[in-house]
């Protein structure tokens, strides 16, 4: 068919998402800023005490920010990586794990991936990885 794509799915292990993460982070961090900058414009914009050429130049700057902010996450997409939400900076990284497709997660602020969830679960289900687990439970087929 023409204009159509298939993507297949990377899929990650616990090491492989923590080393991806360490060349991705600076751009994540960069999208959150300016998610926060462009919900800040918003609420200047819907004030509605801005004389209208004010106005004007803040939905100018709020364009900008929203194609900056798409640039940024198709760059992420395109390593295989899921951005989940730019309030926390939170991204998710397919992963097999005994056979079942599941995540690992993360958020700003934390170190290193060190949590999983089912693809079910989401955030909310978080499970911390198990150092002490055998390493071969996360599979690598890409």
Not at 14 to 40: G, I, K
Not at 57 to 73: A, F, G, H, K
Not at 111 to 140: C, K, M, Q, Y
Request: proline content about 5%.
């Amino acid at each position: 068919m023409f204009g159509t794509t298939t993507f297949r799915t990377r899929y990650f292990t616990p090491f492989e998402a923590n080393q991806t993460l360490r060349r991705v982070t600076p751009d994540l961090e960069r999208a959150v800023e300016r998610a926060h900058q462009h919900e800040s414009l918003i609420k200047a914009v819907n004030s509605g005490d801005l004389p209208d050429h004010e106005r004007e130049s803040l939905m100018d700057e709020l364009e900008q920010l929203q194609q900056e902010i798409q640039s940024i996450v198709e760059h992420i997409h395109g390593l295989g990586i899921e951005v989940k939400g730019l309030r926390d900076g939170l991204i998710d990284f397919p992963a097999l794990r005994g056979g079942q497709e599941v995540c690992l997660c993360w958020r700003t602020g934390e170190a290193i991936v060190s949590h999983w969830h089912t693809l079910h679960d989401g955030f909310a289900g978080r499970i911390p990885l198990d150092p002490n687990e055998d390493p071969g439970v996360w599979e690598w087929c890409n």
